[in-house]
């Protein structure tokens, strides 16, 4: 059972570069996110997906794009890489949302990736 | 916006000693306050959660205490051993039907000395 697989785990990019990261899960979870990690600043949400085919902006959506086309696929999209897009990047995903107390699924992480753009 | 204040920053601890990383939210609308645990090179992984509606949760040695009017939350960790040394996270959120949508800390760097 792998979990929540992310690739690739490293990439150097050139400013101006485009790239996609995948997240694979195979939990069968409804929800997934997409979070970038830079130091200091905690996890922060760019994109998230409460289902396949839908998709919705996060905290810090400006310069990715999401698209959700399986419902254990989840890809983010950078159209042209900027140096302030280095980070790591990371996957997440949960069941969706029950009732009361039990509708706090956890988010279950891939390990990430880790992207520099020069 | 940080809605999510996290401290300390870094912590340095005696093996056998007790951890404490506090956090301080602004939405009264979070009813859902998660620790996560991160190992370097590793996602975060969830260590222990709490509900607004109890003032202390314990697992083991990992133990929140919640402060619903000061809007604070705290975790505590006891007999701290080297293999807790990792990155903590406090979050938040709030019950939707948009998603689970964490509002993570800035994350406190836990090293316990043998």
């Known amino acids: 059972n792998a979990g929540v697989t992310q690739t690739p785990k490293f990439r150097v990019l050139k400013t101006g570069q485009s790239m996609t990261l995948l997240c694979a899960q195979d939990?069968?979870?409804?929800?997934m996110y997409w979070y970038r990690q830079d130091p200091g600043m905690g996890l922060r949400l760019i994109h998230y997906s409460v289902g396949e085919g839908t998709t919705a902006k996060g905290e810090v959506p400006d310069g990715y794009n999401v698209s959700r086309l399986k419902k254990q696929n989840f890809l983010l999209g950078l159209e042209s890489a900027a140096p302030s897009q280095t980070s790591v990047y990371f996957c997440a995903s949960s069941y969706s949302w029950g009732a009361g107390w039990t509708s706090n699924q956890p988010q279950h992480f891939g390990d990430g990736t880790r992207l520099s753009i020069l | 916006q940080q809605q999510v204040k996290q401290s300390p920053q870094s912590l340095i601890v005696q093996k056998g000693g007790i951890s404490i990383i506090n956090c301080a939210y602004e939405?009264?609308?979070?009813?859902?306050f998660p620790w996560y645990q991160q190992f370097p090179g590793k996602g975060p992984a969830l260590l222990i959660a709490?509900?607004?509606?109890?003032s202390e949760k314990k697992e083991g040695r990992f133990t929140i205490s919640f402060n619903k009017s000061a809007k604070q939350f705290s975790l505590h960790i006891m007999d701290s051993q080297p293999g807790d040394s990792a990155t903590y996270f406090c979050a938040a959120s709030t019950a939707s039907t948009s998603g689970s949508r964490l509002t993570f800390g800035e994350g406190t760097q836990l090293t316990v000395n043998p």
């Open positions: 939990m069968n979870h409804e929800y």
């Open positions: 709490i509900r607004p509606d109890v």
């Open positions: 939405n009264t609308a979070f009813d859902y």
